[in-house]
């Protein structure tokens, strides 16, 4: 068992940045992804980010080279970086988890409740 519990959310205006974390607990380091996905107003949920492996992260094109995702495994925390924030990218914001085999654009078995990011423009 997997628990996922996201904050950081917030809202700023375009161009600013915001810091989403996610406290785990329960997964194995080095046979467990960690990701981030978001669900947009009317949308369904996208991938955003994840570490697919030790060492080895994934974007989603629409925040790469923004967005930056990282682990803290003293502090059992996964981090969202995220960087020249757009109106586009406000959403409700979920941290994930899936033990191996794994990756972005796999099915994922757990998940946290969200926190909302808003973009003003």
């Known amino acids: 068992q997997v628990d996922l519990v996201e904050s950081g959310g917030g809202s700023v205006p375009a161009g600013g940045s915001l810091r989403l974390s996610c406290r785990v607990s329960?997964?194995?380091?080095?046979?467990?992804?960690l990701g981030w996905f978001r669900q947009r107003p009317g949308q369904e949920r996208e991938a955003v980010a994840a570490?697919?492996?030790?060492?080895?992260?994934r974007y989603a094109d629409s925040v790469k080279g923004r967005f930056t995702i990282s682990q803290d495994n003293a502090k059992n925390t996964l981090y969202l970086q995220m960087n020249t924030l757009e109106s586009e990218d406000t959403a409700m914001y979920y941290c994930?988890?899936?033990?191996?085999?794994?990756?972005?654009?796999?099915?994922?078995?757990?998940w946290g409740n969200g926190t909302q990011v808003t973009v003003s423009s």
């Open positions: 329960g997964y194995r380091y080095g046979s467990t992804c």
């Open positions: 994930t988890a899936d033990f191996a085999p794994c990756g972005l654009y796999f099915s994922w078995d757990y």
């Open positions: 570490i697919e492996s030790p060492g080895s992260a």
